[in-house]
């Protein structure tokens, strides 16, 4: 029974950052799907977007930070 609702807080919990996603702009979205759900390095990424790596790194920081502040004031 423990782990049944283990799991669905996982399930919850996961349905809140995919929805937290959507409310970023599309590149950010992109990059975190690339990086995170599809397992794609940030090289990879940066090379599909046509863009430095280190501009890569930033846009997921920024990305990340914005996701923090979605999931806290929900």
Request: proline share 0%; hydrophobic share 35%; glycine share 2%.
């Amino acid at each position: 029974e423990t782990e049944m609702i283990e799991s669905e807080e996982r399930m919850e919990q996961s349905a809140r950052v995919r929805e937290a996603i959507k409310q970023l702009n599309e590149r950010q979205q992109y990059i975190i799907r690339e990086v995170y759900f599809n397992g794609r390095t940030q090289a990879e990424v940066s090379r599909v977007l046509g863009i430095d790596k280190t501009s890569i790194s930033k846009a997921l920081a920024r990305a990340l930070a914005s996701l923090k502040k979605i999931l806290k004031k929900n």
